[in-house]
């Protein structure tokens, strides 16, 4: 066994020495979501049953829904209003919100999606997916749904939203839908929304999907789906800036938390990115896709995600990008901290041929830029592999970066790298070639989030350190 050089050593103690200064700069408050919504202040409120509504789980009460909505309308200028969902089993179908308005639901408050079709009209697709996500034409709409709004607040005493989406999986599964399944939630070209302190089970399709939105917080939230059930990944960010996403457990069928932004020539049209992406203290597990995902969708462009603390057991994948020829757009400025992994098949894994487009007339020279990936402080037990990391072959991956990542791997391959380039320090196992490069001290600055502050530190402190050896 050899001893490590002095000169290793040394390295190894000045990138220790760097990012000790470093952390001291990163402050996490308690809460990194900045919300203005005033959910317990509203001046007005009115119980669903007010309007007729009946808990008991068979009777139908969308009209009550829609009601109440519609005479809290009143209200919206004056501070806006809270409709209380108390305890039992509210049966509804898709329901509009509006603008200044918190649906508050109790304690053992459950609002249960219809199981009729009907009740979930078919409207038009999003102009960045230029159809619906699984069909061709419209699509359902949402149970709870939204658009156009400012300051919506959905939240609770840990009140439930059931989609009793079974229905959907099993019609999706032997394909006799006709149009796209619904989301559990979804708000359109929406700003300030809150989404806090519920547990969303067995949606149709995607949780909660906030689309051409801004200033959007998820805090608190379980969502659960069981792990077999298509396509029901927990919050995917749409299109969508200043999005924050805390303290969430999320189990599900699908990635538990999907960052796009529109599909092929739709979404490059389109051209509205999702930026500002925050998410932090997120648990959960999927056996069959990701725990954080960006794309495949991400023709209008990702930028700026910033996520921490996270702990994801049980799974398939960690975290991953999904991209192809014909998707054009970005994804740039992605930084992962402190990630603790339990029995994972693979660890960080990028796929540069996805395919699935929407129809024949993408571009396929349309080729997306994906850049400045750091992945740091990274624990794993039980893992399979490390990495499959493809980039595309005319179409490099360009600095991904990762630091301080340790992972128990059982393959005889943990690294399977292609058509990416980038830097690497403390990683075990030993990262694939493409990675090899140093990132301390000369490409500190090709890499996102490592820069900065810590290229000044490292000027500063170099000369000290080397001398003190
Ligand atoms: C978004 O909502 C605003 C009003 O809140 C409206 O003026 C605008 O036209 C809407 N845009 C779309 C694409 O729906
Ligand atoms: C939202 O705004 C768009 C664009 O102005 C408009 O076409 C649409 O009817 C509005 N929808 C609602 C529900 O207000
Ligand atoms: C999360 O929500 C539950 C109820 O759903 C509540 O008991 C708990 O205090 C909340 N935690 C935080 C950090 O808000
Ligand atoms: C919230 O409700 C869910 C489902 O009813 C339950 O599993 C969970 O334990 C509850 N959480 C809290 C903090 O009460
Ligand atoms: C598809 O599944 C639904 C729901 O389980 C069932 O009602 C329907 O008969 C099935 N159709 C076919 C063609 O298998
Ligand atoms: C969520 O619950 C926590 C703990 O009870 C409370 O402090 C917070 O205000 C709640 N959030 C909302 C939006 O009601
Ligand atoms: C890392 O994340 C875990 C939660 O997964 C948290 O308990 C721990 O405090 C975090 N460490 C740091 C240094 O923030
Ligand atoms: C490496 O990451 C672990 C957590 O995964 C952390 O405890 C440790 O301080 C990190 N080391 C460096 C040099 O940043
Ligand atoms: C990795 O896992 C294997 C099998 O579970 C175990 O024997 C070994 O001690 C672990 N190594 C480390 C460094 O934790
Ligand atoms: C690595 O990936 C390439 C391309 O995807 C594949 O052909 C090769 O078999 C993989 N190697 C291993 C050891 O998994």
């Known amino acids: 066994m050899s001893r490590p050089s002095r000169f290793q050593l040394a390295n190894v103690l000045l990138v220790l020495a760097l990012f000790i200064s470093c952390s001291s700069w990163t402050v996490w408050s308690s809460s990194s979501c900045k919300h203005t919504n005033s959910a317990e202040v509203r001046p007005h409120s009115v119980s669903i049953t007010e309007f007729g509504a009946v808990g008991d789980g068979v009777t139908l009460n969308t009209k009550a829904f829609q009601n109440a909505i519609f005479y809290l309308n009143s209200f919206a200028d004056k501070g806006g209003a809270k409709l209380f969902v108390p305890a039992g089993r509210w049966l509804t179908g898709s329901f509009d919100l509006i603008s200044h308005l918190t649906l508050w639901l109790d304690n053992d408050a459950v609002i249960l999606g219809s199981m009729d079709f009907e009740d979930w009209p078919v409207i038009e697709p999003l102009p960045s997916y230029g159809r619906g996500r699984e069909l061709p034409g419209g699509r359902h709409r949402a149970l709870i749904y939204g658009r156009n709004l400012t300051d ?25 839908l006709d149009y796209t399944r619904p989301h559990m939630v979804e708000l359109m ?8 302190n519920l547990t969303f089970l067995n949606s149709p399709f995607w949780t909660i999907h906030p689309v051409y939105c801004s200033q959007v917080a998820v805090q608190n939230v379980t969502i659960i789906a069981p792990l077999d059930s298509p396509n029901t990944d927990g919050i995917d960010p749409d299109s969508s800036d200043h999005v924050c996403i805390e303290d969430c457990y999320i189990s599900t069928g699908d990635d538990l938390i999907a ?14 990115p999702s930026t500002d992406i925050i998410i932090n203290r997120l648990v959960g597990k999927t056996r069959t896709s990701a725990g954080i995902a960006i794309g495949s969708e ?8 910033h996520a921490e603390n996270i702990h994801f057991f049980d799974s398939y994948t960690a975290i991953r990008i999904k991209t192809s020829p014909g998707r054009g757009g970005y994804v740039r400025n992605v930084y992962i901290s402190n990630m603790t992994l339990s029995e994972v098949d693979i660890a960080i894994r990028f796929t540069g041929l996805y395919g699935d487009h929407p129809d024949d007339a993408f571009d396929p020279s349309a080729l997306p830029i994906i850049e400045r990936i750091t992945i740091k402080d990274v624990i794993g037990e039980k893992v399979e592999r490390a990495g499959l990391i493809e980039g595309i072959k005319e179409d490099c991956f ?24 980038g830097y690497s320090d403390l990683v075990s196992p030993e990262t694939c070639e493409p990675l090899k490069g140093r990132i301390f001290p000369e490409h500190c600055s090709d890499c996102y989030y490592l820069s900065g502050h810590l290229r000044s530190l490292s000027n500063e402190h170099r000369g000290a350190w080397l001398m003190s050896w």
């Open 152 to 176: 919506v607040v959905i939240a609770g005493n840990n009140g439930t939203v059931d989609g009793q989406g079974s229905i959907w999986w099993s019609r999706f599964r032997n394909k006799t």
């Open 398 to 421: 360009v600095n991904i970066c990762l630091f301080n990542i340790t992972l128990n791997v059982s393959s005889r391959y943990p690294w399977n790298c292609s058509y990416i380039q």
């Open 189 to 196: 070209n929406s700003t300030g929304v809150l989404i806090s």
């Open 298 to 305: 991400m023709s209008g462009g990702v930028s700026d995600v």
């Open 259 to 272: 960052i796009k932004s529109g599909w092929d020539e739709y979404g490059i049209a389109y051209g509205r």
